[in-house]
């Protein structure tokens, strides 16, 4: 069985970075997409971005465009989040998910494995 953990959130000023690390563990593992959503209290889970093992490519929420980043490293089987000019409205609890078979990157229910989730809280 494969388990995702999420690491590197925090807190952090507006206009600051964080960097998000997901890495996967167990076998088998076997992941087309990885994708980061995130859930501020009250709300629902929200598309932040994905990561596409084959092609390298990336997918980007509206809200984060321009601001975030994800990349991969399949030999750590880690994907990254990188976060920059960050918002008092990006706080949330950001979670990584891979999912095992093609679909929509923005769906929620593509994805079949996912991690605990970490705390991005973000003040103004």
């Known amino acids: 069985q494969v388990h995702l953990v999420e690491s590197g959130g925090g807190l952090v000023q507006a206009g600051g970075s964080l960097r998000l690390s997901c890495e996967a563990s167990?076998?088998?593992?076997?992941?087309?997409?990885m994708g980061w959503f995130r859930q501020a209290p009250g709300k629902g889970r929200e598309f932040v971005a994905a990561?596409?093992?084959?092609?390298?490519?990336?997918d980007y929420g509206d809200p984060v465009k321009g601001r975030f980043t994800t990349s991969g490293d399949v030999l750590k089987r880690t994907v990254y989040l990188q976060m920059n000019s960050l918002k008092p409205e990006d706080t949330a609890v950001y979670y990584c998910a891979s999912a095992s078979a093609p679909g929509s990157t923005v769906v929620v229910s593509t994805y079949d494995q996912w991690g605990q989730g970490t705390q991005v809280t973000v003040s103004s």
């Open positions: 167990g076998r088998p593992f076997r992941s087309y997409h």
């Open positions: 990561f596409s093992w084959s092609t390298r490519s990336a």
